[in-house]
């Protein structure tokens, strides 16, 4: 009887777990499908990214006039011509000219989108180039710098970093729904990149006892029956 008694408070407690855990287990399988089944080289928008020209050597030089320490140097292939991005040692960022001359501006409209179409290797017509200053930027950016947007037609998005000229992403419409499964998933709707935050860590741990209590209680109903 004691045990029975046991078994029925298990009963209970699973009922009343499956109501409150229902919900972000059929969310939690329904966009693990999703993103499962789509390929995550199409996501990515791998078929629409152009290769980077190579560059050549010859009149490379390392600009002189810095005049403080840095962290980071490194050769970027624009449309333009190659550039040096250059980070110093407090993490200020600038553009040199590739022969190390001269400082370069910031990155312009024009330049922006010149920068995006070399990057993007698809058939759509470019339909806007948009600026966002720092902290601005659409969430699929993931960046918190000033960035430049080129959109296309097939609704892919190219983002240019406002001060390098760097392609920091190419956004298929694919890959954004892709990114609200992901977010849905982990239960982060806000940056979509959180997966250890309290909210999901209880469900999980409510979702995993509630699974145990239903594999007990179907243990212990097949052993009855057998009995009997």
């Not at 409209?109 to 010149?114: I, N």
Request: hydrophobic share 45%; charged share 20%.
């Amino acid at each position: 009887m004691a045990r029975q008694r046991i078994m029925q408070q298990f009963a209970r407690w699973h009922i009343w777990l499956g109501w409150l855990v229902g919900f972000p287990i059929l969310m939690w399988t329904v966009t693990g499908l999703y993103m499962a089944a789509r390929p995550i080289e199409e996501v990515r928008g791998d078929q629409l990214r152009a290769e980077s020209s190579a560059i050549d050597p010859a009149g490379i030089r390392f600009p002189s006039t810095i005049g403080e320490p840095i962290r980071d140097a490194r050769l970027l292939s624009l449309p333009g011509g190659p550039a040096w991005v250059v980070t110093s040692a407090q993490g200020a960022v600038w553009r040199y000219s590739a022969d190390g001359s001269a400082a370069l501006p910031p990155v312009v409209k024009e330049e922006a989108g010149r920068i995006a179409d070399a990057a993007y290797a698809g058939k759509a017509a470019r339909t806007a180039v948009t600026y966002f200053p720092p902290a601005e930027a659409p969430n699929d950016a993931r960046s918190k710098a000033a960035v430049w947007q080129t959109t296309y037609a097939d609704g892919t998005r190219v983002y240019v970093d406002d001060t390098t000229g760097e392609v920091l992403a190419l956004r298929t419409p694919q890959w954004r729904l892709y990114d609200v499964m992901w977010g849905l998933h982990i239960m982060d709707l806000q940056t979509r990149e959180n997966a250890h935050h309290p909210i999901l860590i209880v469900f999980a741990a409510l979702s995993v006892i509630g699974a145990s209590l239903g594999c007990t209680l179907l243990f212990r109903r097949r052993k009855a029956r057998v009995k009997a």
